[in-house]
């Protein structure tokens, strides 16, 4: 086979003349492969990597890159009757390209049902054992991470250990890190784990095949989406190819304002091609096309308030940007930066929004102390609904929220009609009724104090 080094550049191959220097060539491109990783890709000396242990191989999968949002489930706004006590499980996520199926996790092993039957398509077990010695405590907590095309498994001393399985059940990588580092993003469809550097502002890809650095990038926070992993360093924005760390562009530090390499540049969040990007010093959000970094918009965000700055997804063309401190939410559209609406939202428990849609119309569900804010761009839809005041459990599906007050002396959950912002109906649970509900069947389910037994409500 023919080195297409050897290629000359009108098709032909090179002479037995050149082919020394192409050698040579190939011989500087290694050491300046090499250079990537020890000098970083800014040219600074990177620090020593991070300890961690993968095992497996790239998990090729269709994902998109596209951000997966939670599936909003569809429940009967009518009063739910009791059928018993039943021993299916009901899905802990639902798988966010078809919704007719979900995933149970138990300790290190995934199963994928059809969310309305039960029915079990296939199990499987992360190999843990394979970067894992000593193995993880019997027991230890484990959570699940639906994508585009697959589901991770996290667990372990802050999260840190993580292990990929496809959504047809095929068993991807699994990666451990052995340092105290504040972000691990494990990556099945491009073959690295990326990870935050535990003493030093750098972020580095390891390769999932044997856990080796493949390179290192100075960044203070990170985001991966796709096959691109998002840095923010100091008041500058940068976009890397995660198999290889090569830079895509570059932005700021004068589009934050004034001494923002001081100040440094949080990354709210990367949806639907705009990279969210918060300067907490000088108070102001700056929108950038994820393809190239240029501005889309940019917002003052009120003073005192950007530490509690998120930015929440409504559809393509909407997000909610609140800060729960400020007690305040604005539905903004994403292409220009306008504010449609401002709603004032309580600044305690301030939960994560939900999106859901009337009869096609986007709207996001804002839950609080006290109320649920039901905020869309159809100001039909644009309703308060009180709550019990105090710690709630609410559960919010695409018609109804489920709130369940936590308290002793009250087992009871109340069904309000997010149509319409009407309580619908009241119920009593059984005394033996641990945590939820998990919306189920058109209903939902509560866990019952005895294992694998479930009183079902639809």
């Known amino acids: 086979m023919v080195d297409p080094l050897e290629r000359g550049a009108l098709g032909g191959y090179a002479s037995s003349r050149m082919r020394p ?7 500087i491109a290694g050491v300046l492969a090499l250079a990537v990783v020890v000098l970083g890709c800014g040219g600074e000396q990177a620090p020593s990597p991070a300890s961690v ?55 290190w092993t995934v199963t994928r049902v059809e969310a309305a039957t039960g029915r079990v398509e296939w199990t499987v077990t992360v190999p843990l054992e394979a970067v894992a010695s000593p193995a993880l405590p019997a027991g230890d907590d484990t959570g699940l991470d639906v994508e585009h095309g697959y589901v991770l498994v996290r667990g372990g001393a802050g999260d840190g250990y993580v292990g990929a399985v496809g959504s047809t059940g095929t068993v991807g990588p699994v990666c451990a890190r052995r340092s105290a580092s504040k972000r691990f ?3 099945p469809p491009v073959g690295v784990a990326v990870v935050s550097n535990p003493v030093e502002p750098w972020v580095e890809a390891h390769s999932v095949s044997d856990g080796r650095r493949r390179w290192a990038v100075r960044a203070e ?35 934050f304002g004034p001494n923002e390499e001081l100040g440094g540049v949080r990354l709210l969040g990367v949806l639907d091609g705009r990279v969210y990007a918060l300067s907490e010093l000088n108070e102001r959000l700056v929108v950038l096309r994820a393809t190239d970094g240029r501005v889309s918009w940019r917002q003052q965000v009120p003073r005192r308030f950007a530490s509690t700055t998120s930015v929440h997804r409504v559809n393509s063309d909407f997000v909610l940007w609140r800060s729960s401190y400020e007690g ?8 220009t930066g ?20 009337f009869n096609g119309r986007p709207a996001i569900v804002q839950p609080s102390e006290g109320r649920i804010d039901v905020i869309g761009p159809d100001q039909r839809d644009n309703r308060t609904i009180d709550i019990p005041s105090g710690l709630v459990n609410v ?18 959950i109340f ?44």
């Not at 790239?58 to 009757?81: D, H, I, K, T, Y």
């Not at 919306?439 to 939902?444: E, K, L, Q, V, Y």
């Open 395 to 412: 559960v919010v599906t695409d018609t109804v929220a489920y709130v369940r007050p936590l308290r002793d002396d009250e087992q009871a």
């Open 221 to 255: 926070t990170f985001l991966v989406r796709g096959d691109v992993a998002y840095g923010s360093d100091g008041g500058t924005v940068s976009a890397y190819q995660v198999r290889s760390g090569k830079r895509r562009w570059s932005a700021g530090p004068d589009l």
């Open 53 to 107: 242990r993968c095992s497996g191989s790239q998990l090729r999968v269709a994902g998109s890159g596209v951000e997966a949002s939670p599936v909003a489930v569809r429940a009967v706004v009518g009063v739910p009757r009791s059928r018993g006590v039943v021993t299916r499980e009901p899905p802990a996520r639902l798988d966010v390209d078809d919704p007719r199926f979900g995933y149970l996790v138990d300790g």
């Open 21 to 27: 220097h192409l050698r040579r060539l190939r011989a």
């Open 338 to 357: 306008t504010v449609v609406q401002t709603r004032d939202i309580a600044s305690r428990f301030v939960d994560t929004p939900q999106t859901v849609s």
């Open 415 to 458: 069904g309000h009609d997010l149509a319409t912002g009407q309580l619908r109906w009241r119920l009593d649970l059984p005394t033996t009724a641990r945590y939820g509900p998990v919306p189920f069947d058109g209903g939902f389910a509560i866990p019952d104090q005895s294992p694998g037994r479930w009183h079902l409500f639809s």
């Open 328 to 335: 305040r939410a604005r539905l903004v559209d994403a292409r």
């Open 185 to 187: 993003e494990l990556v």
